[in-house]
């Protein structure tokens, strides 16, 4: 059974970073495609970072480049999620996800496996 769960983020003042952290379980997880989406209060879920399986391909969001960096660890169990600059519109719940296909997507829907999601509040 594949599970996902988050760890870091919490009260961030604006302009601070946080480093989110997902560790998988249950799967080798080699081929599968790793993401990051966030869902801010009264928004839907969206792409924020992507990453194969190996880390040679991450690729974000487009109004999130240069402010995050998703990263795997060379066990391909845990990914990383650095934010910078942190704005107070960055404040959502980060989910971590991950496809077994290794799609490289950025829909919700071609992800099968999804955490229980990690609160940032970023504080003007």
């Known amino acids: 059974q594949v599970q996902l769960v988050e760890s870091g983020g919490g009260l961030v003042q604006a302009g601070g970073s946080t480093r989110l952290s997902c560790v998988a379980s249950?799967?080798?997880?080699?081929?599968?495609?790793r993401a990051w989406f966030r869902r801010s209060p009264g928004k839907e879920r969206e792409f924020v970072a992507g990453?194969?399986?190996?880390?040679?391909?991450?690729y974000y969001e487009d109004s999130m480049k240069g402010r995050v960096t998703i990263s795997i660890d060379n066990d391909k169990s845990v990914i990383h999620l650095e934010m910078k600059n942190l704005k107070p519109e960055d404040t959502a719940v980060y989910y971590c996800a991950a496809d077994q296909d290794g799609l490289g997507f950025r829909t919700t829907s071609a992800y099968e496996y999804w955490g229980q999601g990690t609160q940032v509040t970023v504080s003007s």
């Open positions: 249950g799967a080798s997880f080699t081929k599968w495609t």
């Open positions: 990453i194969s399986w190996n880390g040679r391909l991450p």
